[in-house]
């Protein structure tokens, strides 16, 4: 299912920031017009894929017309010039099983003696380097 909120393009220093005033002002940014529109994609996926994966909803769209860039600038204190609204559409279960859920093979060596006692022991490797490399983001 595709979903599609509204966002708030404007140019800073840097490139193009863009802001989801329907989902708590959250943010992004790009290089140039085009970056925004690939990270703005990004950006939404990622949040509509979280609100998922905790069970809560999230709130519905506005409508295009019932954005006004001007209002959500001046809450930032950004320059009006050149800001504009678009509609931000991305199908979240896709873009999802392409970008957060697809798995990539990774071919990695360890002693020979741990190999044996390890299959031995029925341990399953993805799973203990998955929850070993977990760990290890965690902790930093």
């Known amino acids: 299912m595709i979903s599609v909120y509204p966002a708030c393009f404007f140019k800073d220093k840097t490139g ?3 802001v989801f005033p329907d989902l708590n002002w959250l943010s992004t940014c790009g290089k140039n017009k085009a ?3 690939r ?3 990004d950006c939404l996926a990622g ?3 979280f609100l ?3 069970g809560e909803q999230a709130p519905k769209p506005s409508e295009i017309s019932d ?9 930032l204190d950004v320059d009006v010039d050149g800001a504009f609204v678009n509609m931000v559409a991305v199908d979240v279960e896709e873009y999802a099983k392409m970008h957060f859920e697809k798995s990539v093979k990774k071919t990695l060596t360890i002693p020979v003696w741990l190999n044996n006692f390890a ?3 029925n341990i399953n490797f993805s799973q203990t380097l ?3 490399l977990i760990a290890k983001v965690k902790a930093r």
């Open 16 to 18: 193009y920031s863009v």
């Open 35 to 37: 970056d925004a529109f």
């Open 39 to 41: 990270m703005a994609i």
């Open 47 to 49: 949040y509509l894929y």
């Open 52 to 54: 998922k994966r905790e």
């Open 67 to 75: 954005i006004f860039p001007e209002k959500i600038l001046k809450e």
């Open 119 to 121: 299959i031995e022991k």
């Open 130 to 132: 998955q929850e070993a």
